[in-house]
T-cell receptor
Framework: AQSVTQPDIHITVSEGASLELRCNYS??????LFWYVQSPGQGLQLLLK??????LVQGIKGFEAEFKRSQSSFNLRKPSVHWSDAAEYFC???????????FGAGTTVTVRA | GAGVSQSPRYKVAKRGQDVALRCDPI?????LFWYQQALGQGPEFLTY????????KSGLPSDRFFAERPEGSVSTLKIQRTQQEDSAVYLC????????????FGQGTRLTVV
């Protein structure tokens, strides 16, 4: 069975500083990996996804993520955060021959001025 | 429509009441999913439709939960005799199908059972 671990429950970062959110997954084959963002009272917005190919993927809002098979990781990064990046971030894993997504518990990002 | 639309956005139900949550998927999307997100947790899979066929309901927590999509478009998630542990955000997602697990999510319905 596939599973996702997001080790950091809460991260606080200063505006303009860099951000990295960790995600580790457990899956037998090559996974489909996703990062979603959820602002308060909102649904999930897809930031980026990895299916195959280049292991460094670019997403919306200036985010990027790197797939590292050897570490079973798919960490999300942003070089310079904006106050509007304060939200909850979810990593999810799926499979090419499946339809379900398994989500991590999420990381809450607080941005201080 | 432009995105997945869910209604109502908020629902307060007294314990024991029945509730119905509606999902309007993106037009033309074959696949439809329901997820349940408890407070402070990630979403968890409830059920999956391909057109009008419910192909997987393994995530439904009890027989009080029932989902339908009779014409292969709009879907309704019904919860009978609600209990406090049913309080959560219920997210609907849709996709074209055949593209792996990628899906587009609605804003969710926050259900509070008092």
């Amino acid at each position: 069975a596939q599973s996702v671990t997001q080790p950091d429950i809460h991260i606080t970062v200063s505006e303009g500083a860099s951000l990295e959110l960790r995600c580790n997954y457990s899956y037998g084959a090559t996974p489909y990996l996703f990062w979603y963002v959820q602002s308060p009272g909102q649904g999930l917005q897809l930031l980026l996804k990895y299916f195959s190919g280049d292991t460094l993927v670019q997403g919306i809002k200036g985010f990027e993520a790197e797939f590292k098979r050897s570490q079973s990781s798919f960490n999300l990064r942003k070089p310079s955060v904006h106050w509007s990046d304060a939200a909850e971030y979810f990593c999810a894993v799926g499979a090419s021959d499946d339809y379900k997504l398994s989500f991590g518990a999420g990381t809450t990002v607080t941005v201080r001025a | 429509g432009a995105g997945v639309s869910q209604s109502p956005r908020y629902k307060v139900a007294k314990r024991g009441q029945d509730v119905a949550l509606r999902c309007d998927p993106i037009s033309g999307h074959v696949s439809l999913f329901w997820y349940q997100q408890a407070l402070g947790q990630g979403p968890e899979f409830l059920t999956y439709f391909q057109n009008e066929a419910q192909l997987d309901k393994s995530g439904l927590p009890s027989d009080r939960f029932f989902a339908e999509r009779p014409e292969g478009s709009v879907s309704t998630l019904k919860i009978q005799r609600t209990q406090q542990e049913d309080s959560a955000v219920y997210l609907c997602a849709s996709s074209l199908g055949g593209q792996g697990p990628e899906a587009f999510f609605g804003q969710g319905t926050r259900l509070t059972v008092v």
